[in-house]
T-cell receptor, first 115, second 116 residues
Framework: NAGVMQNPRHLVRRRGQEARLRCSPM?????VYWYRQLPEEGLKFMVY????????ESGMPKERFSAEFPKEGPSILRIQQVVRGDSAAYFC?????????????FGEGSWLTVV | DQQVKQNSPSLSVQEGRISILNCDYT??????FLWYKKYPAEGPTFLIS?????DKNEDGRFTVFLNKSAKHLSLHIVPSQPGDSAVYFC???????????????FGQGTILTVHP
Protein backbone atom coordinates (compact mmCIF):
# COMPACT_ATOMS: atom_id res chain seq x y z
CA ASN A 1 0.00 0.00 0.00
CA ALA A 2 2.89 2.39 0.58
CA GLY A 3 3.05 4.96 -2.19
CA VAL A 4 -0.60 5.56 -3.11
CA MET A 5 -1.55 8.46 -0.88
CA GLN A 6 -5.13 9.32 -0.10
CA ASN A 7 -6.51 12.17 1.97
CA PRO A 8 -8.41 12.82 4.00
CA ARG A 9 -8.55 9.43 5.69
CA HIS A 10 -11.82 10.28 7.36
CA LEU A 11 -14.35 12.88 6.30
CA VAL A 12 -17.68 13.78 7.85
CA ARG A 13 -20.16 15.79 5.83
CA ARG A 14 -23.73 16.87 6.41
CA ARG A 15 -26.35 16.01 3.83
CA GLY A 16 -26.19 18.46 0.93
CA GLN A 17 -22.53 19.39 1.39
CA GLU A 18 -19.72 18.56 -0.99
CA ALA A 19 -17.00 15.97 -0.41
CA ARG A 20 -13.61 16.08 -2.10
CA LEU A 21 -11.29 13.10 -1.90
CA ARG A 22 -7.71 13.27 -3.12
CA CYS A 23 -5.36 10.63 -4.44
CA SER A 24 -1.71 10.79 -5.42
CA PRO A 25 -0.63 7.64 -7.30
CA MET A 26 2.60 5.82 -6.75
CA UNK A 27 5.65 7.48 -8.26
CA UNK A 28 5.90 6.62 -11.93
CA UNK A 29 2.27 5.48 -12.18
CA UNK A 30 0.08 7.28 -14.68
CA UNK A 31 -3.13 5.25 -14.39
CA VAL A 32 -5.51 5.97 -11.51
CA TYR A 33 -8.68 4.14 -10.47
CA TRP A 34 -11.32 4.92 -7.89
CA TYR A 35 -13.27 2.20 -6.12
CA ARG A 36 -16.06 2.37 -3.56
CA GLN A 37 -16.79 -0.13 -0.82
CA LEU A 38 -20.21 0.04 0.75
CA PRO A 39 -20.72 -1.65 4.13
CA GLU A 40 -20.69 -5.46 3.94
CA GLU A 41 -19.80 -5.44 0.24
CA GLY A 42 -16.74 -5.86 -1.96
CA LEU A 43 -15.03 -3.02 -3.74
CA LYS A 44 -16.76 -1.70 -6.86
CA PHE A 45 -15.03 0.08 -9.74
CA MET A 46 -16.06 3.69 -10.27
CA VAL A 47 -13.72 5.43 -12.71
CA TYR A 48 -10.40 5.08 -14.53
CA UNK A 49 -8.32 8.14 -15.35
CA UNK A 50 -5.05 9.05 -16.93
CA UNK A 51 -3.53 12.52 -16.77
CA UNK A 52 -6.15 15.01 -18.03
CA UNK A 53 -8.35 12.22 -19.39
CA UNK A 54 -11.27 10.17 -18.12
CA UNK A 55 -10.86 6.79 -19.80
CA UNK A 56 -13.72 4.79 -18.29
CA GLU A 57 -16.42 6.17 -15.99
CA SER A 58 -18.84 3.30 -16.38
CA GLY A 59 -19.01 2.73 -12.62
CA MET A 60 -19.74 6.31 -11.64
CA PRO A 61 -23.24 7.28 -10.53
CA LYS A 62 -24.82 9.44 -13.20
CA GLU A 63 -25.36 12.46 -10.98
CA ARG A 64 -23.41 14.32 -8.30
CA PHE A 65 -20.15 12.38 -8.80
CA SER A 66 -17.20 13.59 -10.85
CA ALA A 67 -13.51 12.82 -11.07
CA GLU A 68 -10.44 14.45 -12.52
CA PHE A 69 -6.72 13.83 -12.79
CA PRO A 70 -5.09 17.11 -13.78
CA LYS A 71 -1.72 17.50 -15.40
CA GLU A 72 -0.32 18.66 -12.07
CA GLY A 73 -1.50 17.51 -8.68
CA PRO A 74 -3.55 14.65 -7.32
CA SER A 75 -6.63 13.00 -8.71
CA ILE A 76 -9.84 14.32 -7.15
CA LEU A 77 -13.11 12.47 -6.61
CA ARG A 78 -15.84 15.01 -6.00
CA ILE A 79 -19.28 14.23 -4.60
CA GLN A 80 -21.77 17.08 -4.65
CA GLN A 81 -24.85 17.32 -2.43
CA VAL A 82 -23.95 14.21 -0.48
CA VAL A 83 -26.65 11.88 0.80
CA ARG A 84 -26.51 9.20 3.52
CA GLY A 85 -26.12 6.49 0.89
CA ASP A 86 -22.77 7.99 -0.14
CA SER A 87 -21.30 6.90 3.21
CA ALA A 88 -18.64 4.40 2.23
CA ALA A 89 -14.93 3.77 1.97
CA TYR A 90 -13.42 5.19 -1.21
CA PHE A 91 -10.20 3.61 -2.43
CA CYS A 92 -7.79 4.86 -5.02
CA UNK A 93 -5.49 2.52 -6.91
CA UNK A 94 -2.70 3.05 -9.41
CA UNK A 95 -0.83 1.00 -11.98
CA UNK A 96 2.31 1.81 -13.92
CA UNK A 97 1.23 0.57 -17.34
CA UNK A 98 -1.88 -0.98 -18.82
CA UNK A 99 -0.13 -4.30 -19.27
CA UNK A 100 -0.96 -7.68 -17.80
CA UNK A 101 1.20 -8.61 -14.87
CA UNK A 102 1.57 -5.12 -13.48
CA UNK A 103 0.59 -4.96 -9.84
CA UNK A 104 -2.35 -2.74 -8.96
CA UNK A 105 -1.61 -0.88 -5.73
CA PHE A 106 -4.30 0.54 -3.48
CA GLY A 107 -4.20 3.44 -1.09
CA GLU A 108 -5.36 3.30 2.52
CA GLY A 109 -8.78 4.66 1.65
CA SER A 110 -10.94 7.63 2.56
CA TRP A 111 -13.90 6.95 4.82
CA LEU A 112 -16.81 9.26 4.12
CA THR A 113 -19.59 9.55 6.68
CA VAL A 114 -22.67 11.57 5.80
CA VAL A 115 -24.73 12.72 8.78
CA ASP B 1 -25.03 -9.46 -11.59
CA GLN B 2 -22.26 -10.80 -9.37
CA GLN B 3 -19.54 -11.80 -11.84
CA VAL B 4 -17.07 -12.78 -9.12
CA LYS B 5 -18.35 -14.74 -6.15
CA GLN B 6 -16.81 -15.83 -2.90
CA ASN B 7 -19.44 -18.09 -1.46
CA SER B 8 -17.89 -18.55 1.96
CA PRO B 9 -18.32 -15.41 4.07
CA SER B 10 -15.93 -16.76 6.67
CA LEU B 11 -13.33 -19.47 7.32
CA SER B 12 -11.76 -20.56 10.59
CA VAL B 13 -8.48 -22.50 10.61
CA GLN B 14 -6.00 -23.69 13.22
CA GLU B 15 -2.51 -22.23 13.15
CA GLY B 16 -0.15 -24.38 11.08
CA ARG B 17 -2.91 -25.92 8.98
CA ILE B 18 -3.85 -25.08 5.40
CA SER B 19 -6.33 -22.32 4.57
CA ILE B 20 -8.20 -22.69 1.29
CA LEU B 21 -10.19 -19.73 0.02
CA ASN B 22 -12.38 -20.19 -3.02
CA CYS B 23 -13.64 -17.91 -5.75
CA ASP B 24 -15.90 -18.48 -8.77
CA TYR B 25 -16.43 -16.24 -11.77
CA THR B 26 -18.91 -16.15 -14.61
CA UNK B 27 -17.34 -13.81 -17.17
CA UNK B 28 -15.26 -15.89 -19.60
CA UNK B 29 -13.47 -12.71 -20.75
CA UNK B 30 -11.58 -12.44 -17.46
CA UNK B 31 -7.94 -13.26 -18.08
CA UNK B 32 -6.12 -11.99 -15.01
CA PHE B 33 -6.92 -12.83 -11.41
CA LEU B 34 -5.66 -11.41 -8.15
CA TRP B 35 -6.00 -11.98 -4.43
CA TYR B 36 -5.94 -9.12 -1.95
CA LYS B 37 -5.80 -9.13 1.82
CA LYS B 38 -7.51 -6.39 3.77
CA TYR B 39 -7.49 -5.34 7.39
CA PRO B 40 -10.23 -3.12 8.84
CA ALA B 41 -9.76 0.58 8.08
CA GLU B 42 -6.93 -0.14 5.64
CA GLY B 43 -6.64 -0.51 1.89
CA PRO B 44 -6.35 -3.86 0.13
CA THR B 45 -2.84 -5.30 0.00
CA PHE B 46 -1.84 -7.28 -3.06
CA LEU B 47 -0.97 -10.91 -2.33
CA ILE B 48 -0.64 -12.90 -5.51
CA SER B 49 -1.95 -13.01 -9.06
CA UNK B 50 -2.31 -15.41 -11.93
CA UNK B 51 -2.73 -15.02 -15.65
CA UNK B 52 -5.23 -17.19 -17.51
CA UNK B 53 -2.40 -18.85 -19.42
CA UNK B 54 -1.28 -20.53 -16.19
CA ASP B 55 -3.01 -22.87 -13.80
CA LYS B 56 -0.81 -22.32 -10.76
CA ASN B 57 1.31 -19.58 -9.27
CA GLU B 58 3.26 -19.84 -6.04
CA ASP B 59 4.82 -17.21 -3.80
CA GLY B 60 6.13 -18.41 -0.46
CA ARG B 61 3.23 -19.65 1.67
CA PHE B 62 0.67 -18.52 -0.91
CA THR B 63 -0.39 -20.54 -3.95
CA VAL B 64 -3.17 -19.65 -6.35
CA PHE B 65 -4.79 -22.31 -8.54
CA LEU B 66 -6.88 -21.51 -11.60
CA ASN B 67 -9.32 -23.92 -13.21
CA LYS B 68 -10.52 -22.15 -16.34
CA SER B 69 -12.96 -24.82 -17.43
CA ALA B 70 -14.71 -24.60 -14.07
CA LYS B 71 -14.24 -20.82 -13.84
CA HIS B 72 -12.84 -21.34 -10.38
CA LEU B 73 -9.78 -20.18 -8.51
CA SER B 74 -8.51 -20.84 -5.06
CA LEU B 75 -5.91 -19.42 -2.71
CA HIS B 76 -3.98 -21.82 -0.51
CA ILE B 77 -2.09 -20.54 2.51
CA VAL B 78 0.19 -23.05 4.17
CA PRO B 79 1.09 -23.01 6.95
CA SER B 80 -1.52 -20.57 8.20
CA GLN B 81 -0.45 -18.04 10.82
CA PRO B 82 -2.51 -15.87 13.20
CA GLY B 83 -1.24 -12.79 11.33
CA ASP B 84 -3.04 -14.07 8.23
CA SER B 85 -6.38 -13.29 9.89
CA ALA B 86 -8.01 -10.70 7.63
CA VAL B 87 -10.58 -10.34 4.86
CA TYR B 88 -9.46 -11.88 1.58
CA PHE B 89 -10.83 -10.61 -1.72
CA CYS B 90 -10.46 -12.24 -5.07
CA UNK B 91 -10.59 -9.95 -8.09
CA UNK B 92 -10.57 -10.37 -11.85
CA UNK B 93 -9.89 -8.20 -14.86
CA UNK B 94 -10.18 -8.47 -18.62
CA UNK B 95 -8.29 -6.66 -21.33
CA UNK B 96 -11.02 -6.17 -23.86
CA UNK B 97 -10.90 -3.42 -26.45
CA UNK B 98 -8.48 -1.35 -24.43
CA UNK B 99 -10.17 -1.78 -21.08
CA UNK B 100 -7.54 -1.48 -18.44
CA UNK B 101 -6.13 -4.29 -16.35
CA UNK B 102 -6.66 -2.01 -13.38
CA UNK B 103 -10.44 -2.24 -13.76
CA UNK B 104 -11.09 -5.03 -11.31
CA UNK B 105 -14.25 -6.89 -10.43
CA PHE B 106 -14.12 -7.97 -6.79
CA GLY B 107 -15.80 -10.75 -4.88
CA GLN B 108 -17.57 -10.03 -1.61
CA GLY B 109 -14.66 -11.20 0.51
CA THR B 110 -14.01 -14.06 2.93
CA ILE B 111 -13.09 -13.39 6.56
CA LEU B 112 -10.23 -15.71 7.52
CA THR B 113 -9.57 -16.33 11.20
CA VAL B 114 -6.47 -18.32 12.14
CA HIS B 115 -6.55 -19.56 15.72
CA PRO B 116 -3.30 -20.00 17.69
Amino acid sequence: NAGVMQNPRHLVRRRGQEARLRCSPMKGHSHVYWYRQLPEEGLKFMVYLQKENIIDESGMPKERFSAEFPKEGPSILRIQQVVRGDSAAYFCASIRDNVSGNTIYFGEGSWLTVV
Amino acid sequence: DQQVKQNSPSLSVQEGRISILNCDYTNSMFDYFLWYKKYPAEGPTFLISISSIKDKNEDGRFTVFLNKSAKHLSLHIVPSQPGDSAVYFCAASAYVGGTSYGKLTFGQGTILTVHP
